[in-house]
Structures are given as structure tokens and as C-alpha cells.
């Protein structure tokens, strides 16, 4: 069963965490400071990551940064839980390199729900088509090795940017509608996720660069990648 790191400094909410994923069979190892984890991370990596932002030693989001830099711990999803509710805010965590967040106070239903989906999506070109190789104009997505470039150089991606990216190189010139995206890449109907798509195609655009241009949207419909002349 996967593994999973949390980090957070509040003893209630951790264990209220800890208590839900423990129940639906995830291992879970705490740590109330980053250095704590820190140690803990030079023997083991996990499955996933569960991190606040306040923390008493070291800011949740310069540990997402460290964490991008470490060879091993670069594909592992990365759930952020926050206090802060500001678009700016969530946009940032994402843009460093979070794969989801969540809001305080969170139900311990949609934990669950979207742990679960993070895990679905780590498993993203693991299956029958690793060998895929996707290109549009620049941009070219090598699926065994999870990997994006863009005119020849790569970009690093979060798995949701990447899973939002291979649906829609899949098809290109093709409106996809927002709930098939929401299907396909997030795996879950929480009504909130239609914002957070949102913002992931804001951030998903920023990191490809001129390409990102190709991301187009299709007002009251959804998405589709095609370069307009």
C-alpha cells in the first residue's frame, strides 16, 4: 500500500490525517517540522506528500522547491494544505510545484477523495503506453519517460499539469469539455475543482512558454490545443 508523508504542525490535524488515511489502508509517517522530514526523506521516499504551508522551522512551499531538486523525489505528487485562501496563494503553490491543495478546515471525505486521485494520476504513463511519444508544434511529451520538452528543451510539470497536457496533446484540435478534463485528470466531482482547473491551465500555459499559447479556451465549454495563424 502507498506511502505517505505528512507534514504538518498542529498534532490534532495530523492525527485527524493520519486517522483517515490509516482507515482506508495508506501507510502514514508524521512529522511535526521540516527537519524531522528532512532526516526521515534520506532513508525513504514516499508515494506522496501531504505538506502544510505553516510550519514552525521552514515554510511549506520552500520545502515543494527542495523537493523538485531531488532526483527521487521530483515525480512523487505533492498535496497542499493551506490556511490561506487567497487565489494567489493557491496559485503559487501550484506553480512551484504542487500538485493539488486543500483549504482549512477540510472534510476528511475529500482527503481521502483526493489523495486517492493524486495516487491514480502518479501511475500516469505506467501502463500499456509507455512507449507513447506525443508531439504538437514544439511540444513533445516522451510518456516512458514522463518527460516534456518544449522546442528541445524540458519542462517540469506536476502530475496534474502533465496529465492535463497528455489529454490534451491526445486531442489536439479537439474541444475537450471542462468535465472531461475534470474526469479524466482529477478523477473526482468535487464542485471546487472546476476553479483549480483553472488555475492549472494558467499555470500549465506560464511553464511552456510561446507554446503555451497553443491552450485555448473555449468560453462555457472547456479546452483545446491548436495554433492559430
Known amino acids: 500500500m502507498a506511502l505517505i508523508f505528512v507534514v504538518e504542525d498542529d498534532t490534532n490535524i495530523a492525527e485527524i490525517e493520519s486517522f483517515a488515511l490509516q482507515n482506508v489502508g495508506y501507510d502514514v509517517e508524521c512529522f511535526g ?10 532513508e525513504k521516499v514516499p508515494d506522496l ?6 510550519l514552525p522551522d521552514e515554510d511549506g512551499l520552500q520545502i515543494i522547491k527542495k523537493l523538485k531538486g531531488i532526483k527521487q523525489c521530483v515525480t512523487v505528487p505533492i498535496l497542499l494544505v493551506t490556511a490561506k485562501t487567497t487565489e494567489i496563494d493557491k496559485v503559487k503553490g501550484l506553480d512551484i510545484g ?31 503506453d509507455t512507449a507513447l511519444v506525443l508531439t504538437y508544434e514544439s511540444i513533445r511529451m516522451e510518456d516512458e519517460k ?30 475537450t469539455s471542462r468535465d472531461t478534463i475534470l474526469e479524466k485528470v482529477w ?16 499555470t500549465l500555459r506560464k511553464k ?17 490545443l491548436i495554433r492559430e495563424e
Open 33 to 42: 517540522c521540516a527537519r524531522d522530514f528532512y532526516e526521515r526523506l534520506k
Open 49 to 54: 506528500f501531504l505538506l502544510d504551508i505553516m
Open 98 to 128: 504542487a500538485d493539488d491543495y486543500m483549504t482549512k478546515p477540510f472534510g476528511v471525505m475529500e482527503l481521502i477523495s483526493r489523495v486517492k486521485a493524486l495516487l491514480r494520476r502518479s501511475n500516469l504513463g505506467k501502463g500499456n
Open 146 to 175: 514522463h518527460a516534456v520538452f518544449v522546442s528541445g528543451k524540458q519542462v517540469e510539470l506536476t502530475f496534474k499539469e502533465y496529465g492535463l497536457l497528455k489529454l490534451l496533446l491526445v486531442n489536439a484540435g479537439i474541444v
Open 187 to 202: 478523477g473526482t466531482d468535487f464542485e471546487g475543482e472546476s476553479r483549480t482547473l483553472d488555475m492549472h491551465i494558467k
Open 208 to 224: 511552456l512558454g510561446e507554446a503555451g499559447s497553443y491552450i485555448k479556451t473555449v468560453r462555457n465549454v472547456g479546452y483545446t
